[in-house]
């Protein structure tokens, strides 16, 4: 679990491909800026609450890519798990397993 969280954390962190760049958020950001975070969040969400609750995950074992894009059905058009897709606009998904 904790290797996910670490995962998703640099996901967050390096999505960007300047790393030099000047943070969005704050009193300046705008409603598209605000937009790109929440979608951001909701997916990192999204992939913890799906390695959380699947049944390997007692024994230390998490889901692929693959595995978590069939492990749930049903996505709003705008979430991708596919692993060779942005999981939302501008936001690629790698997992450290």
């Known amino acids: 679990m904790q290797r996910t969280i670490l995962a998703l954390g640099f996901l967050l962190a390096f999505a960007s491909s300047s790393r030099a760049q000047q943070c969005l958020h704050g009193e300046g950001e705008t409603p598209e800026q605000t937009a790109r975070r929440r979608e951001a ?13 699947q049944p390997g995950v007692t024994s230390g074992r998490y889901l ?34």
């Open 41 to 53: 969040l909701n997916a990192a969400r999204l992939v913890n609450t799906l390695q959380a609750n």
């Open 64 to 97: 692929g890519h693959a595995e978590l894009a069939s492990a749930a059905p049903g996505l709003p058009d705008r979430m991708r798990l596919a692993p060779d897709q942005d999981i939302v606009a501008g936001w690629r998904l790698t997992l450290d397993l």
